[in-house]
């Protein structure tokens, strides 16, 4: 099974990469993370180009079913959060299939 990469393992990857001392590059990993809930509660979507988009969508009430007693149930509306990934990246990760 593979494993996620950690917080500090992200930091440090980030300093490495831009040459900055890991508590800068723990601030910003801190300050992205603040901005992006603060964006997506006051416009309801923040973007990180090229990876993607954090988006808030209102879920309409419906009719759901109890797994245990099969009896039908209504589920309330609700506010969710969703990462909806960007073209490049999803491209990048899982290329498409070539058409013949």
């Known amino acids: 099974m593979a494993t996620t990469m950690t917080q500090t393992q992200l930091t440090r990857s980030i300093a490495e990469a831009c040459e900055l001392p890991t508590k800068t590059a723990k601030m910003l990993l801190t300050s992205l993370s603040e901005i992006a809930v ?7 979507v923040f973007v990180v180009p090229g990876i993607g988009r954090l988006v808030k969508v209102d879920r309409k009430a ?4 109890n797994p245990a007693t099969g009896e039908s149930i209504k589920i309330a509306a609700k ?10 990246a999803k491209d990048a990760i899982v290329p498409p299939k070539v058409k013949k």
């Open 62 to 65: 419906r009719m759901g079913r």
């Open 38 to 44: 603060q964006e997506v509660k006051k416009n309801g």
């Open 79 to 88: 506010k969710v959060v969703k990462f909806r990934i960007a073209k490049s």
